[in-house]
Structure formats: structure tokens, C-alpha cells
């Protein structure tokens, strides 16, 4: 009875994990974007035209990162082949300037997608020159009313201006601004500037349509965001457990500490996609016995994602490494951030193990040496010298990437530090 | 002009006399025996029969057409006037390089009996003037003086003149019976022709065997015997003389349209648009080269009743189904040579099938071809010619260029939907209002030729002169190899625009081909004049275009070539080849010889291959070798270390026997100065022009003239999207994606799309809004309170350092401070750099290699004021 009522529960944790995570891991689009309804209508109507009456056109969807912007545009893209005109008549092509980083890789690409007649099984024919007379050739032998649009989906459209003389967009600009094939370029960049990468030509070519997704959402409907996001779907099949979820929701978005949480998250970023993390964190400490997400655990989430990076490698490093970069910090002090070498660190710390020779061995200089390299290793100090062959170890400049704050906090925190250095480490000038 | 202008108001009466004495049945037509005619007003009527010498209204008044009189007939509701007469030709009618076949001087009362057939003989009788005396041949010619006689002595058969059979002058009125208008093509080969076949096929219709043409023709014509050269040379006479008849016929129409067009406005008369004086004008300029005397008739032009109008209707139909074998001069000419062997049964010679091979014969094919456009641009030339402004260059006198620029012109008048609405336009334009003299059924003729010729003409005037692309469809598509480039075709058709928004915004796509480019006349008058010497003189040159983007320079070149393929077509200057190519367009700048000779030669080498063959085609002489243009769109893209390519190009021309023009376009003006080694820069020579970025009223007359009568946008609107482009850019492009995406808003803004009205102001500043407006500070405005709190703190940083660059670390001791100020928790480094980060992506930031850490500098991308801004009125 007892065991049973436990799998139970636990196939209904594990449901509402899977149903949950879907939603924030992107898996699942939105039944509607929040927040950028008219964005969603001009894009729908434009690739509706392209796809219906075969016009041309050519768009930028442009907003920050995690902003929504392939969102959108699948939410569009969904709703566009759900029609039933539409469905079987637009050729979407996906590119992604991450993947197709010259205009080869792209070309064969696109040529693979629209799978046209020099394509057998996945390979794609031809050179280079002969892929571009190809593909341009069958967009020219195309006409607005019969043959397929083609939506060209460019996704992080900045990185393709960096091809050389940008010869894809420009053709494919050029075929949206010609009576050929009847085509859509959609973009999709983060980048608030990118009509200045394109070349004059290219530019006068694109239609100079931005949809920008910037959210200017408040901290009340970034909250009720929160508290759909986490609620369950009314198709959830127990109700009773329905009802429980989503009223312990209800409540863990009422609590004063949850909200300061999603009020810190909210000053940092707006997007959903770093919520979705915190949310993510939380959820997984549901489990079969605490049904529920409590405060704690939001709170344990933030902690997490809050942490600074470099505070952990602090933790790990020895006494050694740490008196050096102590030694370093005064260093700093001293000369206002200019940059210093090994001699100097060597010195600084040798002055210290004078004052305070009981406390602490005295190394050799090879040990330190090491201890100083295996500092540049973990990426503490930089070299400043992009010359490192010429000079020796001992005399290269280094700079510490270090901010005093949080060597401070990593020497709290470090367990059973000497106080003596802890004291080197507070007193102002070595 | 003047004075036949105020004779033409005193209105002529004419009443059949006698009573009818013959009826046709098949023609349902009567004949007469005398027409009256009287001047209103005056009491003398003057007494016209068959057998007498007449004098026929054309647009010169000075000399009027002379005709013998052979018959009158009219139609049952004695409406219609008709006239069967013999014409006569003054020496100024025959064609310039003719007159001196003469071989003396010529009596300025001397009229020759003409025996070509490219004359309808059939006019309407209302336009006979008065009668003259006529002289035999075996007087002397008298004192110059006595204006009312004329004298004949020689005939003229369109090719020589011949002394005149003095049976023809015999007083034979009736004699001649009413035969339906002599056909003009022999009736034999007219069954073979299907009307319907007309339009659409046309325009790729091959050569007409020229063997089959002459056999026809001597088999069916009985008055004259003439060979098939003979023939074209009657038609091409005819093609832009209008006819006799017509010049007539046109008048009448265009009385007839008076009734339509508003009463107070008395538009300059515009007489007889047909003949003489157009004619001498254009044959004048026309006829210096040998060729040009051999042209292939407008039948069109002969409509006179119903059965001329379908011979005309035959005729193109039965010479496409001869042509189709041929492969006309977009193939190679052994091809043509051979199908002309197979298809001619009498054995033609070698020398036959040379001639047949000649570019005048392969002219004429394409001439028919293109005939019905070409009907409706001889009328609307010889309509307008005194109109055209006098301050032309000699070389655009030419008829070619004049056609042009007329048509330019005309675009611009009139933004008539059609061409057919463009051609009664004109009629009504150009009439005065004067009674209606024309039977109402010999209207519904007029009407019907004209529908029929302004749909052909716009539908090859619309085709586009490319040669079609080249690519064979192999046989096995499977391999790679011999692929056919092509999209699939959509399962359900495009939907057509359904509202007058969708209309505009379709016609407003920069895709959509106006049918004219308005606000570029003398660029393309100055490209045309170019192109067209060089291709005339068989002979190479280089030209470079510049101009920044969106002000028409591809598009100006290839309504250049379109024009000029018109003309080629119709045989007034040579027929050439055009080759473009783009910088753009291909990979590498040597993938442009393999382009080149790809689309010269459907041969697909490499590149090293290719400028090898190039070369030697070049600079090798060749029999029968046509001039190729050469359009080189981006040229600055074509640019190597070593600039072998440019230098190619451009030497090229230079060679003697290359026949080559090339046109390039670039953006900059100084390209040739700052990119190209002198070698180059020299051979590019000094033909340049620069495209200005287009003026606000340019731009408002492109938007106007491509929304054409569709009435979708407010003036005001129009006007600002003009002024503000033109002062932005000047890019056409951009005006026209401006005005589309104000239709959208326009039809967004309200609830029924059907309902959707004008496009207003405020449609157009949202537009603008939208393109021109700088994110920037929207962006930083819907920032995080943390991203704004580091934005501040990089001003501060700045402020205190006094440089435009400070690295995070120093700002981020700045964003602690102000975080502490604002009474924010501090945040961690990590977090800080992930705020930066994130500006830094949306380049509100520019940032350095993340990699560095801390330590990378950081600037603003915005100006410190925008920043302020934004910020502040975030706060208020």
C-alpha cells in the first residue's frame, strides 16, 4: 500500500519534472511568445505573403541574447505550416553562421536542403564556382507565381557578412529584390549594428525590415512569467496533484525571500533564458519525497547560479600559491595596477616570510617558481608580453586577473588559513 | 502644318451621287458611280469618278497623296465611304538610297505609278481632297508652276523604275473589279496558318525558310512578279511609311475619338500621322546603309475591311509554322543552313543558301516576329514626331532612339494601364474635337486592330530580350553532372493580389519590371547612343558606369539592350550578342572567363582554358561574326594582384577584330584611379558616366509612375517618403521597401483588411520610423537594471580617466560604487562580466577578446549623451 502510493507519487514527480524541463530546456515551443505579439503578426504576415502570394522579401529579427528570436520565429514558422496551402509549398532552409562559416560550406548547404538535382544521397557535386552558377541559375529560372518559396533562415546573420566580399548575401539579397524564385531571408542576430557590417550593395538590397525583440517587461509580468512557467498544464492528469503544484506555486511566488531571488535575477537579465536555468536548478531538488519546490530550494538555485567562478579555484589552490597572490595584490596596490614579474612577487613574499618566518616554511625559489607557473596555468595571472621566448621566467611582466574582492572572500572562506596571512593579506602596503 | 490645319476646319461634305449600281453580297457592299464633294459654306461641288486623278489628305499639305480613282463602294447603311484607288508616288515618298536609280533629275510635279502592293489600296473616301489633271508619259514636262497637274512617266515596283506600261494608265474604271483587297500574302499558303497560334509563341519563333516564302510567293502573285527579296523590300517600305491607307485610316480614327475627348481642350492637331513627312524623316536617317532597305512589312498597317484584317491575321501564324524548324540566330548557322537544305525542294544552290544566311533575310524572320509591337511604336513615333523637342544630338535623331525616348516619354504622360488604353489614349489626346466623321462600323474595325495589336505588343514588349539560358536538359538527370538547375514548382498556384493595398505593394516590389525606367533619359539616351555606334560600326569599346546603389544602372543597361534587341530585331542596327556577368556572382575573379564563355558558347572549361579561348576568339577575324556586349556588373570585384582580368576585359575591344563592347558597372566613381594599374585605367579610355543618387521629385515620379493610376497612397505621403529618402540616400530601392511596408501598416491599422483606405501620413512616419531610427537607444532603455547600472558605470569610469577607454576592472569598481549608491546588492565579478558580455553582444559595447578577462578595455559604441539619455528617461 504503501510502496504503491510511493510509485505513484514518484511517476507523478517524474511527470511533472519531464513535463517542466520540456518547457525550459526549449523543447517545447510555447503555445503563443509572450510579450512580442506584434512582432509575431509582422513576421507571420510577411513569410504568409512569401509563401502565399510569392513575394519577395527579406527581414532581420534582431534583439539580445535569450531574447527569443528562434523562438519566434519557430512559433511563426509552426503556425505557417499548419496551413494548409502553405504546408507542402515553402522550402525552408536552415544556416547557422556557427556552422556554415564560409560561403562553400554554405553553398553546399542550402544546395543539400533544397536537395536540388546535383545532390545524391547527402553529397553534394561540383566545385565551389559551380554550386553558386548552379543555385543562382535555378532561383533565376524560378518565377514569382510557379515555383516553391524558399525560406533562407539565417541564423547568427552576423558572422555570414564576415565571408568573404559577402557574395551569399548579396546573391541571396539580390534574388529577393529580382522577379526570380520567390524567396524569404530571414536573419536572426544579436547584434544592434549589424546593417553596418553589410556591404553598400548588399545593404541597399536588403529591405531594411528589423523586427526588434527588446522586452520591456516589469518586474510583476516577469513574475507572473515565472509563476506560469512553473505552473502545470490543465491537461495534467491528476488533479488533485494538479492542484497542489500549482497552489504550492501560488504561495513559493508570494514568499518575500523567493521574490527578492527573482528581483536580483531580474536587475541581472531579463531573458528568459538564465531564468529558465534557475528554474531548471530548483526543479531538479524535486523528488518523490518533497513533491513540491520549496523557497530553500529557489534560494539553494541562486546560490548557485550567483557564485563567481574564480572563488572555487581560490578554494583549491595551496598556501604557497596563495601568499603569492596576496603578494601580488599588494603589488598592485603599490604601483596602481602595473603590471609586475616573478622577482617582484618572489620579494614581496620573501619580505613577508621575514616578518613572519615562524608561521610558515621557507620555500625555495624552484618551488616558487612552480607555484607561480601553475598560477599562469589556472589562468590567474596573464602574461603581458606577447613575446614570451625572448625574456626569461623570472622577468616576464604578468598581471593578476583577480579583483581584491574576491580574494578576500576566497581567504574567508579558505579552510584553516594562517592568520598571519590573512592579516599580510588585510594590511594595506605589504 | 498651320494652314493645312485651318483648311482641315473648313469641313468637307461628301454624298455618293447617283444611285448604287452594284451590290456585292459578300462584301455587303455597294458600289457608286461619283461621289460630291462640297466645302461648307461654299456653293461649288466638286464631282469625283472612278478614272479620275484625286489627291488624298496626308499629314503634308504642301503634298498630298495622289491616287487614280478605280471604284467607289459603301456599305449598306452608306455610312462608310470607300474608295479602290491606284497610288501614285511623289519622289520624296520613295526611299532616299532609291532616288538615284532614278538617274535625273527629277521634275518636281513628277509622280511615278507605283507598283508595289505594300499599299492598301482601299481608302476612305472622305479623305479625297480634289482632283488634278494628269499628263501622260509622252509629254514633256512643262514650266514648273501649274500646281494641278502631275506627270507620270515611270512606274516604281519598290525597287527600280521602269517606264510605264501605258495599258495601266488606260481609263479602265471599271475594269479593276472590286477584288477583295488584293492579299497580301498568297491565299495558297494561308490555310496552313492557325490564328490562334499567335501571341505567345512568337517570341521564339525561328527563320522563316525563305525558299518556301519565294515559291509562295511567285506562284500567288499574279500582277507583279516578285521574288521574295522583292517582297521585303515592299514590306519594309511599308513598315514605316504606315501606309497609304492607313495615314487615312489613322485620321479617320482619330476624328472618330474627338467625340470622347473634352471639348475645351484643343489640343495641337496632329494631321495624318502616316506618312510623308515621318517617312522622309526617318528613311533620310534610316536607308544610309545598304540593309536597311530590305524590311518586312506591318500588315497590320494594311487593314482595311474585313478580309485585309485577316490576311494580316494569317500571315504571322503561316510563316511560324515554316520557321519552326529554324534555329534562328541563337544558334550556331550550320544548324540553320541545313534545315534550309531539308526544307527547300528546289534545289538551291550554294550561293542560295548563302543568301539565305544573310542577315537581312534572318532580319526579316524577326521582324515578323516582332511585328505587332513594332506596329504600335511606327504609330505612335509618326503621332508624336513633331513633338519631339529640337535640341536632340545627332545621333539620337535616329528612328531607334527616337522611338525610345519616346516611349519614355509617353510612359510619362500618360501612366495608361495598358498598352492598349496607352494607344486610344493617344488618339484621344491628339484629336480635335471635330464631329465624328467615321461610320460607326468602320470604327469597331479600327477598335478591333487595335486590341489585337496593342496585346501583341505588349506582350513582346514585356518579354524580356534575354537569351534564354543555355542549359540543355540531358537525358539522364540522375547523374550530377548534367543537372537542371531548378526550384520545384508549388503544388497550389500563387495567390494573385486581392485589394488595391496588395496591389500597390506588388507593383511597388523592386522585382516587378516597370515597363519603363522614368527619371534616367539622358543616361540612357547617352548608353544607347554608345552601344548602338558600336555595335553599327562593328568596332569595340569600353564604358564604365558609376553610382551608388539603387540608382538604376543595371537596370537603365538592360533597358538599353532590351531596346536595342528591339531595334536589332527590327532591323535597324545589326543583330548582337549580350553577355552579363557580376563580381558578385561568382567565386572567383577569374570564374568570369568561364562565364563568359559559358554563356557565348555552352562550353564549360576551366578558367585558364576559358581565357585561353576567349583570346583567340577575340582577336581572330571571323566571317559573320556579330558584335557581343558585354555587361560587367561590380566590377571592383573582378579586381586581382595582378589585374589580368580587368586588363582582359578591357583590352579586348581594342582588338581589331573583336567586335566587342563592354559596359561596367561599379559604385565608385574613381575606381579606375584608385584600383587599377595604368595599363588598365588606360584601356578603360574615358567613357564614363555617373549615375546621381535620385532627386526627391525623381523619386516621388518612380513610385508614381510604378503605382500607375492605382490609387493607394496620399500625395503628402508620397511626398515625404521621397524627400526623406532622397535626402538619406537617393536609393530608389529603399523608397520603394519604405512605401511597401507603409501599405502593411496601413492595412494593419485597421480592422477589415478589405476596408483598408488610403495610405496616410501617419502610415508612412511609422515606416520610416521603423527603418531609419536607431535602436540603440530602445535598447538600452529595455536593458536590465544591472546592464544600465554598468552602462553609467563606464561613463563615470570615463569621466574619471578622461579617455574613451577604461578596462572592466576599472569600470567595475565604478558599477560597485554606484550599485552601492543605488542600493543594490553587489554582484560578483562573474556576473559582471556577464553583464558586460551581454551589452558587448548587442554591440552597445565594443569589447575586447574575452579571454582577457578583467582586463579587457571596453568602449562605448553609442555616444555618451545617447546613453544619458535613454537613461534618463528611463528614470523619469
Known amino acids: 500500500m504503501c510502496t504503491l502510493s510511493r510509485q505513484r507519487k514518484g511517476s507523478i514527480h517524474e511527470l511533472v519534472q519531464m513535463i517542466l524541463r520540456e518547457r525550459f530546456c526549449h523543447q517545447r515551443l510555447p503555445e503563443k511568445p509572450v510579450g512580442m505579439e506584434s512582432q509575431h503578426k509582422h513576421l507571420l504576415e510577411l513569410l504568409r505573403r512569401t509563401a502565399v502570394h510569392g513575394e519577395s522579401n527579406s527581414v532581420l529579427i534582431v534583439g539580445p541574447r535569450g531574447s527569443g528570436k528562434t523562438m519566434l520565429l519557430n512559433c511563426v514558422l509552426r503556425e505557417l505550416l499548419e496551413v494548409k496551402d502553405v504546408n507542402k509549398n515553402v522550402l525552408p532552409v536552415h544556416l547557422n553562421g556557427l556552422l556554415q562559416t564560409d560561403d562553400r560550406i554554405a553553398l553546399k548547404e542550402i544546395t543539400r536542403q533544397l536537395n536540388l538535382e546535383n545532390v545524391v544521397g547527402d553529397k ?105 512557467q512553473l505552473s502545470l498544464p490543465q491537461d495534467f492528469p491528476d488533479t488533485n496533484f494538479y492542484d497542489e503544484w500549482n497552489d504550492g506555486i501560488k504561495t513559493l ?85 602595473e603590471p609586475f614579474n616573478f622577482q617582484m612577487v618572489h620579494n614581496e613574499f620573501k619580505k613577508f616570510l621575514q616578518r613572519k618566518s615562524h608561521s610558515i616554511h621557507n620555500f625555495d625559489k624552484p618551488v616558487v617558481i612552480k607555484a607561480f607557473e601553475h598560477l599562469q596555468q589556472l589562468e590567474l595571472i596573464k602574461s603581458m608580453d606577447s613575446s614570451t621566448a625572448k625574456i626569461q621566467k623570472e622577468y616576464q611582466l604578468m598581471k593578476l586577473l583577480l579583483d581584491h574582492s574576491q580574494i578576500m572572500e576566497a581567504l574567508q572562506k579558505y579552510p584553516q588559513c594562517p592568520t598571519d596571512v590573512k592579516q599580510w593579506a588585510m594590511s594595506a602596503f605589504g | 502644318m498651320v494652314r493645312y490645319f485651318t483648311r482641315l476646319r473648313m469641313r468637307r461634305i461628301y454624298k455618293w451621287g447617283g444611285r448604287p449600281y452594284i451590290f456585292d453580297r459578300k462584301l455587303k457592299s455597294y458600289g457608286f458611280e461619283y461621289l460630291n464633294m462640297s466645302v461648307e459654306g461654299q456653293e461649288a461641288v466638286t464631282t469625283v469618278t472612278p478614272g479620275q486623278y484625286i489627291l488624298i489628305e496626308g499629314n503634308d499639305d504642301e503634298y498630298p497623296f495622289v491616287a487614280k480613282l478605280l471604284k467607289f463602294f459603301g456599305d449598306e447603311s452608306h455610312k462608310q465611304k470607300k474608295a479602290l484607288v491606284q497610288w501614285f508616288l511623289r519622289l520624296s515618298e520613295v526611299p532616299q538610297n532609291k532616288k538615284l536609280l532614278l538617274g535625273r533629275s527629277p521634275h518636281p510635279q513628277e509622280i511615278f505609278y507605283y507598283l508595289g502592293r505594300a499599299c492598301d489600296n482601299e481608302i476612305n473616301a472622305e479623305s479625297i481632297l480634289g482632283t488634278v489633271q494628269h499628263v501622260p508619259e509622252d509629254t514633256p514636262f512643262p514650266e514648273p508652276g501649274t500646281k494641278d497637274t502631275l506627270y507620270v512617266k515611270l512606274s516604281w515596283d519598290t525597287k527600280a523604275f521602269n517606264v510605264l506600261d501605258p495599258v495601266l494608265m488606260q481609263d479602265t474604271p471599271a475594269s479593276t473589279p472590286p477584288k477583295p483587297a488584293l492579299p497580301l500574302f498568297p491565299p495558297c499558303a494561308s490555310p496552313t496558318a492557325t490564328p490562334v497560334s499567335r501571341g505567345p509563341v512568337r517570341r521564339a519563333l525561328p527563320t522563316p525558310d525563305p525558299t518556301v516564302m519565294r515559291r509562295a510567293g511567285s506562284v500567288s502573285d499574279t500582277r507583279a512578279t516578285m521574288s521574295a527579296g522583292k517582297r521585303s523590300t515592299l514590306e519594309a517600305e511599308s513598315i514605316h511609311s504606315a501606309s497609304k491607307l492607313s495615314a487615312s485610316k489613322i485620321l479617320s480614327a482619330k476624328r472618330r475619338g474627338s467625340a470622347a475627348d473634352t471639348p475645351g481642350v484643343r489640343k495641337k492637331l496632329q494631321l495624318s500621322p502616316g506618312k510623308k513627312m515621318t517617312r522622309a524623316d526617318v528613311l533620310c536617317e534610316l536607308l544610309d546603309e545598304e540593309m536597311e532597305s530590305e524590311k518586312v512589312i506591318s500588315l497590320k498597317l494594311s487593314s482595311s475591311v474585313s478580309h485585309s484584317l485577316q490576311h494580316g491575321c494569317s500571315l504571322s501564324p503561316m510563316r511560324s509554322g515554316c520557321k519552326t524548324p529554324n534555329g534562328q540566330r541563337r544558334f550556331p548557322w550550320k544548324l540553320s543552313s541545313i534545315s534550309l537544305d531539308r526544307l527547300s525542294p528546289t534545289a538551291l544552290g550554294e550561293q542560295d543558301l548563302s543568301r539565305a544566311t544573310t542577315p537581312s533575310r534572318r532580319k526579316e524572320s524577326a521582324m515578323a516576329i516582332r511585328k505587332p509591337a513594332l506596329g504600335v511604336l511606327a504609330e505612335e513615333d509618326s503621332e508624336d514626331s513633331p513633338m519631339q523637342p529640337i535640341a536632340l544630338t545627332p545621333r539620337s535623331k535616329r528612328k531607334s532612339a527616337q522611338l525610345v525616348s519616346l516611349r519614355i516619354r509617353k510612359q510619362l504622360n500618360l501612366l495608361d494601364n495598358t498598352q492598349k488604353l496607352i494607344s486610344d489614349g493617344d488618339d484621344d489626346c491628339f484629336v480635335p474635337s471635330k464631329k465624328d466623321l467615321q461610320s460607326s462600323s468602320d470604327s469597331e474595325e479600327e477598335t478591333m486592330v487595335r486590341k489585337t495589336r496593342g496585346r ?6 514585356r518579354t524580356p530580350c534575354k537569351t534564354p539560358s543555355k542549359k540543355v536538359c540531358m ?41 519603363s525606367l522614368p527619371c534616367r533619359e539622358q543616361e540612357f539616351q547617352d ?38 534587341q528591339h531595334a536589332s530585331d527590327m532591323d535597324e542596327i545589326p543583330t548582337f550578342r549580350f553577355i552579363e556577368i557580376n563580381g558578385m556572382k561568382m567565386t572567383d575573379p577569374h570564374q568570369a572567363y568561364v562565364q563568359i564563355l559559358q554563356k557565348l558558347t555552352d562550353q564549360k572549361v576551366t578558367a585558364d582554358h576559358a581565357a585561353a579561348l576567349l583570346e583567340k576568339r577575340f582577336s581572330n577575324p571571323a566571317p559573320k561574326k556579330e558584335t557581343t556586349v558585354l555587361l560587367v556588373d561590380e566590377l571592383d570585384l573582378l579586381w586581382t594582384r595582378k589585374q589580368n582580368v580587368m586588363y582582359n576585359l578591357f583590352d579586348w575591344p581594342t582588338r581589331r577584330h573583336a567586335r566587342l563592347v563592354v559596359l561596367t558597372i561599379a559604385n565608385t566613381m574613381d575606381l579606375p584611379e584608385r584600383i587599377m594599374i595604368n595599363r588598365v585605367a588606360s584601356r578603360l579610355g574615358l567613357t564614363r558616366m555617373s549615375f546621381q543618387p535620385y532627386s526627391f521629385k525623381q523619386l516621388q515620379q518612380i513610385i508614381t509612375s510604378r503605382l500607375n493610376k492605382v490609387k493607394a497612397f496620399e500625395e503628402d505621403a508620397l511626398q515625404l517618403v521621397s524627400r526623406k529618402v532622397a535626402a538619406l540616400s537617393g536609393d530608389a530601392r529603399r523608397c520603394l521597401d519604405i512605401c511597401r511596408r507603409a501599405t502593411e501598416i496601413c492595412e494593419h491599422s485597421t480592422s477589415h483588411p478589405s476596408s483598408a483606405g488610403l495610405v496616410r501620413m501617419n502610415h508612412v512616419m511609422e515606416a520610416l520610423d521603423e527603418m531609419f531610427s536607431s535602436s540603440y537607444i530602445t535598447a538600452i532603455r529595455c536593458a536590465s ?92
Open chain 2, 475 to 515: 537525358v539522364t538527370p540522375s547523374t550530377p553532372r548534367h543537372a537542371t538547375p531548378s526550384i520545384p514548382s508549388r503544388t497550389v498556384p500563387a495567390r494573385q493580389p486581392g485589394n488595391i493595398l496588395e496591389e500597390a505593394r506588388a507593383r511597388l516590389h523592386v522585382s516587378s519590371v516597370p515597363e
Open chain 2, 527 to 564: 548608353i544607347y547612343n554608345f552601344v548602338e555606334s558600336k555595335v553599327m560600326d562593328g568596332t569595340g569599346g569600353c564604358m564604365y558606369i558609376s553610382g551608388v546603389p539603387g540608382t538604376g544602372k543595371t537596370a537603365t543597361i538592360h533597358e538599353v539592350i532590351r531596346c536595342l
Open chain 1, 253 to 337: 511566488c508570494e514568499d518575500q525571500s523567493v521574490v527578492d531571488v527573482l528581483q536580483r535575477h531580474y536587475n541581472s537579465s531579463k531573458d528568459f533564458r538564465s531564468l529558465h536555468l534557475l528554474l531548471m536548478l530548483a526543479l531538479s531538488r524535486v523528488s518523490a519525497s518533497k513533491p513540491a519546490i520549496k523557497p530553500t530550494d529557489l534560494l539553494e538555485a541562486s546560490r548557485v547560479c550567483m557564485v563567481d567562478s574564480k572563488a572555487n579555484i581560490l578554494h583549491g589552490l595551496s598556501i604557497l600559491e596563495l601568499c603569492l597572490i596576496i603578494a601580488m595584490k599588494h603589488l598592485n596596490d603599490i604601483y596602481e595596477g
Open chain 2, 456 to 461: 501583341n505588343g505588349k506582350a513582346s514588349a
Open chain 2, 785 to 876: 537594471l544591472q546592464e544600465q547600472l554598468f552602462l553609467r558605470a563606464v561613463i563615470a569610469e570615463f569621466r574619471r580617466l578622461g579617455l574613451e577607454e577604461a578596462t572592466f576592472q576599472q569600470v567595475f569598481v565604478q558599477h560597485r560604487a554606484l550599485s552601492r549608491v543605488e542600493g543594490l546588492q553587489p554582484i560578483s565579478v562573474s556576473e559582471g562580466l556577464a553583464v558586460c558580455q551581454r551589452l558587448g553582444a548587442c554591440r552597445l559595447l565594443l569589447l575586447e577578446a574575452s579571454r582577457l578577462d578583467m582586463l579587457q578595455r571596453v568602449r562605448l559604441n553609442v555616444s555618451q549623451d545617447d546613453v544619458l539619455y535613454a537613461l534618463k528617461a528611463v528614470r523619469d
Open chain 1, 124 to 228: 553534394v557535386f561540383g566545385s565551389f564556382a559551380e554550386n553558386l552558377a548552379f543555385l543562382l541559375e535555378a532561383l533565376k529560372k524560378g518565377d514569382r507565381s510557379s515555383s516553391r518559396p524558399v525560406l533562407f533562415i539565417l541564423d547568427e546573420f552576423d558572422l555570414f557578412a564576415h565571408h568573404k566580399n559577402q557574395t551569399l548575401l548579396y546573391n541571396l539579397l539580390d534574388v529577393s529584390q529580382s522577379a526570380q524564385a520567390p524567396v524569404a531571408v530571414i536573419g536572426l542576430t544579436c547584434r544592434l549594428d549589424v546593417l553596418e557590417l553589410l556591404e553598400k550593395r548588399v545593404k541597399s538590397r536588403f529591405s531594411h525590415r528589423q523586427i526588434h525583440l527588446l522586452s520591456s517587461l516589469s518586474f510583476i509580468q516577469y513574475l507572473d512569467n515565472v509563476r506560469s
